[in-house]
């Protein structure tokens, strides 16, 4: 995929626009969640469709420290463990306890997390509508439901030398069959070239 044709990144100010603008919608606890699964997990649209309960909590049905990915939710085998973001577990903890009594207790291996008013689940191209919708809202050109896991792989790639990894521990979160995959996700700084040039 050329550069000019893959969506585009968002700034820490268009998250927060576009998270207060989710946060009034008519459903705004589920919207937000959807935009959280993109943006703090890197999650596909077909992932977030297809994300169910049995994944995000434990044993004893409290949210997880981490997103247990299958094969069937995901694209090909890339299902994966994901480490839960701070702000989106306690988001996905607030939305489960409004939603945890329509849900019957006994089938949450078989329940899906992003549900719609008529259906019990959705389907990956009305997550990708809904992106569409809520980009063009906005007024943010050039994104798409791609857009919140290209921001996610962007930043977590520029920071994980912090913690001690590398590019190979962004790929095994993103689920990427190949390292070069991954690096065409992640988008460049011209102000970070240009620092890094004057430090030579």
């Known amino acids: 995929m050329g550069l000019t044709k893959q969506s585009k990144t968002l700034s820490n100010t268009q998250i927060e626009v576009l998270t207060d603008y989710l946060s009034k919608t008519r459903n705004g606890?589920?919207?937000?969640?959807i935009f959280l699964l993109s943006?703090?997990?890197?999650l596909r649209a077909k992932e977030i469709a297809h994300l169910t309960w049995s994944m995000v909590l434990?044993?004893?049905?409290?949210?997880?420290?981490?997103?247990?990915?299958?094969?069937?939710?995901?694209?090909?085998?890339?299902?994966r463990v994901i480490p839960m973001n701070s702000k989106l577990k306690e988001h996905l903890e607030h939305y489960f306890s409004s939603v945890?009594?329509?849900?019957?207790?006994?089938?949450?291996?078989?329940?899906?997390?992003?549900?719609?008013?008529?259906?019990?689940?959705?389907?990956?191209?009305?997550i990708v509508n809904k992106f569409m919708k809520w980009y063009r809202d906005i007024g943010y050109l050039g994104c798409s439901s791609h857009s919140g896991r290209r921001t996610f792989i962007t930043n977590t790639s520029r920071k994980?030398?912090?913690?001690?990894?590398?590019?190979r521990?962004?790929?095994m979160i993103a689920g990427h069959k190949y390292l070069h995959t991954t690096q065409r996700y992640i988008d460049y700084d011209t102000e970070c070239q240009k620092r890094v040039v004057d430090l030579v």
């Open 58 to 79: 434990n044993s004893n049905n409290e949210v997880n420290d981490s997103i247990h990915l299958t094969n069937s939710a995901s694209k090909g085998s890339s299902g």
């Open 169 to 171: 521990d962004i790929q």
């Open 100 to 126: 945890k009594d329509k849900i019957w207790l006994t089938k949450l291996d078989h329940s899906f997390v992003i549900t719609t008013e008529r259906a019990t689940k959705t389907s990956p191209q009305v």
């Open 39 to 42: 943006i703090k997990a890197g």
């Open 160 to 167: 994980i030398s912090l913690v001690g990894g590398s590019l």
């Open 29 to 33: 606890l589920r919207d937000k969640l």
